[in-house]
């Protein structure tokens, strides 16, 4: 059994960026997944926006975090090769009593360190955004808001980990941990590991792995969240996030312009307790089509191409905020739960300062060939013809084009496949490369992606999956 020294639970943003700067030392480090794929939990059911921080409570680990993190962003995404765009967030008012609302969030922003925030009026608001409610009356500008797309950034940072020198496994539920004289006894559905320390990055199964060292100690609920995307190709070009006036628990029903050019809707904000309900019904269809249509009233419905959902994981004693700490009765086990919104934004800085609560008991030796960069796969369709005839001649393979609404070829699917950390299911190839995303929601190329996925990882086409155990979507002879 070889021993670790760290064992990241849990494969989204932040134990990804956990794992991304533990690799940064003398560490034997391994990160442990529970789905089939990395960034296939609370990761991948959002919206992307990189918020700015003026709405997260004044003096609060997750208003640090989040501020912190947006000024690393820039550079951040360039190492990493990630879509990234700083594009402004407009908090839309309708009336003078929202208008105190923005005044408010305004001071809570400028108290945060949120630079440059401003409530600017109708006239200003339509030049930005033309396609905007022209019955607006208000709103708060944040030009250090942006967007991204979450689950690279889980792939990113685990792919930049693998290269220096972490060990990153997929299909590994955590059933069990022990306390044993060296550390800790991590057992999975099918292994046994052991280590000297522990984050728990686990999302809304933080307090399951938490309570596992000591029982009680936190309770995360799980807040559901539904979400619409609408076709790339629908005529609206956003130049902004649009976001109502929020409640208490939610930023509202905003529409967000995606990097790939789509526009995500959503999301709601509902109180489930179920760990696994992505249930997505006719009554929260309405409502976000009906909620964002005040924001957009030129939305169609035709345009909607994908529904989906996600759960948020809230610990409910800590006051609507980040839980990054080290367990009080369990030394070098640490908990990085809680992490709701604004946890993709946040992300870059919850992985350093999980790691220095780690340095407050170890002195860390930094790696001296430590790379802090990662390539990521090409994007076949934004190259110029002459890019385009280059790469067909290094590799035929991207001469074929298997997704036709994205146009993605077969060269990316492989890359997507082969690389460290890669994909081995549908989804996963999907998230990577955008095959399937697209208006026919993969009806043309998931079974061309089957065959593909089926002759680089040796299997049967009736053995892939498209997401976790059970999932498969060929039915084979007996």
């Not at 501020?67 to 700083?86: F, G, H, Q, S």
């Not at 086990?333 to 170890?362: C, D, M, R, T, W």
């Not at 430590?370 to 035929?396: A, H, N, W």
């Not at 690389?419 to 190329?445: E, H, L, N, S, Y």
Request: proline content about 4%; hydrophobic content about 35%.
């Amino acid at each position: 059994m070889k021993k670790y020294d760290v064992i990241v639970i849990g494969g989204g943003v932040t134990g990804a960026n956990a794992l991304r700067e533990l690799s940064k030392y003398e560490l034997d480090v391994l990160l442990l997944e529970s789905n089939a794929d990395f960034g296939a939990g609370v990761t991948k059911g959002n919206g992307g926006a990189v918020h700015s921080g003026y709405d997260a409570t004044k003096g609060s680990l997750k208003a640090k975090l989040n501020v912190e993190a947006v000024e690393m962003w820039p550079e951040y995404a360039k190492d990493l090769d990630i879509p990234y765009e700083r594009l402004p967030s407009m908090t839309l008012a309708f009336n003078e009593e929202e208008r105190e609302t923005l005044e408010e969030l305004l001071e809570n922003g400028k108290a945060n360190n949120v630079p440059d925030l401003r409530i600017i009026e109708k006239d200003e608001i339509l030049e930005i955004e033309p396609t905007v409610n022209p019955d607006v009356k208000y709103a708060l500008i944040a030009p250090s808001s942006g967007i991204t797309e979450p689950y690279i950034v889980a792939y990113a940072c685990i792919e930049n980990a693998i290269k220096n020198g972490a060990e990153a496994k997929a299909s590994q539920k955590v059933i069990d941990i022990k306390k044993i004289e060296s550390g800790y006894k991590v057992i999975t559905s099918d292994s046994e590991y052991e280590t000297k320390m522990v984050v728990n990055a686990a999302g809304v199964y933080g307090d399951v792995i938490a309570d596992m060292v000591n029982p009680g100690k936190y309770s995360i609920t799980e807040r559901h969240g539904s979400l619409m995307i609408l076709d790339n190709a629908q005529g609206l070009e956003l130049k902004a996030t649009l976001f109502p006036v929020p409640s208490k628990h939610s930023k509202g029903m905003a529409a967000i312009p995606a990097c790939a050019g789509n526009i995500i809707l959503g999301s709601t904000a509902e109180v489930m307790n179920d760990k696994e309900n992505h249930a997505f019904t006719r009554d929260q269809s309405e409502l976000l089509f009906t909620s964002a249509s005040k924001l957009l009233p030129r939305l169609r419905r035709k345009d909607i191409i994908r529904v989906f959902t996600g759960l948020r994981p809230v610990e409910v004693n800590s006051d609507n905020d980040f839980v990054i700490e080290e367990d009080i009765d369990n030394k070098d086990f640490y908990n990085a739960i809680g992490i709701q919104s604004p946890g993709i934004a946040a992300s870059p800085a919850v992985g350093a300062y999980v790691v220095e609560l780690i340095k407050e008991n170890h002195d860390l030796k930094a790696k001296e060939n430590y790379d802090k960069t990662r390539k990521g796969i090409v994007d076949f369709s934004e190259l110029d013809t002459e890019q385009k005839r280059d790469l067909i001649e290094l590799d035929p393979a991207y001469a074929h084009v298997v997704c036709r609404c994205e146009t993605v070829t077969e060269g990316e699917i492989l890359d997507s496949i082969r690389r460290p950390g890669g994909a081995t299911t549908i989804d996963g190839v999907k998230r990577r490369t955008r095959a399937g995303m697209g208006r026919c929601q993969g009806g043309f190329c998931e079974s061309r992606i089957v065959t593909i996925l089926s002759n680089e990882l040796g299997k049967k086409p009736e053995e892939i999956l498209k997401e976790n155990a059970g999932s498969e979507i060929i039915i084979g002879e007996e």
